[in-house]
T-cell receptor, first 110, second 114 residues
């Protein structure tokens, strides 16, 4: 069974204070590690898909990296609008479903 | 494209009543997923369809839950009878089989059973 664990559960940052979120996973035959952003009252919004160890993707102040056992989401010089819950999910060899972690709630204070 | 459309946005019902949640996926997507989100358990997959056929319903909590996809542009999730522990936000998502553009989620239906 695929499993995803995210840490920390919550993160409070000052504007401009860079940090990283962790996503540890166990999966049979990784066919994609997905990062999503979720704002209160909304559905998860797709950010990145990573497929193989060593792969990196960037979008504005966000950068996602992948190893064989974990992924990191780096937030560089965050702004208050980066406040959200960030979700990590994996798609394994068994089917086309995503298994999600519990998320990291990020609050960026001005 | 308007994205994945779910209705209603909010539903308050009494215990024992039937509840039907609706979803219109993105046109051309061949996979449709129903997820449930709670504070305690996070996002859990309930069931998913490929080309309108149910593939995996192992996440459906019990026989009170049922889902259908009569055509490529419509799906329903029904709870009968509803119970207070069913209170959650229910999300529908759709994707292409490759998943390369991610899975697109709707805005969700917040269900409260009193």
């Amino acid at each position: 069974e695929d499993q995803v664990t995210q840490s920390p559960e919550a993160l409070r940052l000052q504007e401009g204070e860079s940090s990283s979120l962790n996503c540890s996973y166990t999966v049979s035959g990784l066919r994609g590690l997905f990062w999503y952003r979720q704002d209160p009252g909304k559905g998860p919004e797709f950010l990145f898909t990573l497929y193989s160890a060593g792969e990196e993707k960037e979008k504005e102040r966000l950068k996602a990296t992948l190893t064989k056992k974990e992924s990191f989401l780096h937030i560089t010089a965050p702004k208050p609008e980066d406040s959200a819950t960030y979700l990590c999910a994996v798609r394994g060899a068994a089917g086309n479903k995503l298994t999600f972690g519990g998320g990291t709630r990020v609050l960026v204070k001005p | 494209d308007a994205g994945v459309i779910q209705s209603p946005r909010h539903e308050v019902t009494e215990m024992g009543q039937e509840v039907t949640l609706r979803c219109k996926p993105i046109s051309g997507h061949d996979y449709l997923f129903w997820y449930r989100q709670t504070m305690m358990r996070g996002l859990e997959l309930l069931i998913y369809f490929n080309n309108n056929v149910p593939i995996d319903d192992s996440g459906m909590p019990e026989d009170r839950f049922s889902a259908k996809m009569p055509n490529a542009s419509f799906s329903t999730l029904k709870i009968q009878p509803s119970e207070p522990r069913d209170s959650a936000v229910y999300f529908c998502a759709s994707s292409l089989s490759s998943g390369v553009y991610g899975y697109t989620f709707g805005s969700g239906t917040r269900l409260t059973v009193v």
